[in-house]
């Protein structure tokens, strides 16, 4: 279906192996998910997965929420060939991790890189990235909702705001990419990457706080 400018292909517990073969293609994907909270491994569970090809598309994927398999995912997510771009990764790589029991290989946050190179703003959301980027204002309101419906019950709002958190990360990693250059942040943003594994297992094991803090 194509809601707006954006092509949406929708999948219930795993893509399909020609959309695997689709996204294989590609050298970086845009990913997010959804959960039905912010506690995501601990209360929350995994609902829904978006990738994007950076092409206004939006691939759309409902777990099985009974057993979390989903290869042809885990193949994608797997793949050290392939950038998996994200906003906040704190977050998607724990229950991607958590729930479809991977080890997510060759990630760029979005949200890290803006911290270390946009020192001139506080402000770090999905939504100012693409104002400043793509010059578009995004509408968060549908992002507190219930995710955990069944996919065909989710409205033409749902699926547009969940495919707009994936269809705008290539041009702001691209933007991002050069600032941590020009500013010479680039081994500075690859050491937090590298943190960024321990610092999911912190949290998964209660440990929320900043751990090197006085
Ligand atoms: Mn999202």
């Known amino acids: 279906m194509i809601l707006g400018m954006t092509k949406i292909y929708k999948f219930q ?5 020609n959309a695997l073969q689709e996204l294989e293609k590609h050298p970086s994907l845009a990913i997010d998910t959804e959960g039905t909270g912010l506690d995501i491994t601990k209360r929350d569970k995994l609902s829904l997965i978006q990738i994007s090809t950076g092409n206004n598309d939006a691939y759309i994927c409902q777990p099985n929420r009974k057993n979390y398999k989903a290869p042809n995912i885990v193949k994608i997510l797997e793949n050290n060939e392939i950038t998996k771009i994200g906003h906040y990764l704190r977050y998607d790589v724990s229950g991607l991790e958590y729930f479809l029991k991977c080890n997510i290989k060759n990630i760029f946050d979005t949200k890290i890189a803006s911290k270390l190179c946009r020192t001139y703003t506080q402000n770090h959301g999905l939504k100012d990235l693409v104002l400043e980027f793509c ?80």
């Open 13 to 17: 517990d795993d893509i399909s192996t």
């Open 135 to 214: 010059g578009k204002k995004l509408d968060k309101r549908l992002g507190s909702s219930d995710w955990n419906k069944d996919l065909e019950k989710l409205s033409d709002g749902q699926l547009q705001y969940c495919s707009n958190d994936v269809v705008y990360l290539h041009k702001i990693k691209d933007e991002l990419n050069k600032m941590l250059i020009r500013e010479n942040r680039i081994e500075l943003y690859e050491n937090c990457i590298q943190f960024l594994k321990t610092r999911i297992k912190l949290d998964q094991n209660g440990f929320t706080e900043d751990i090197f803090q006085h």
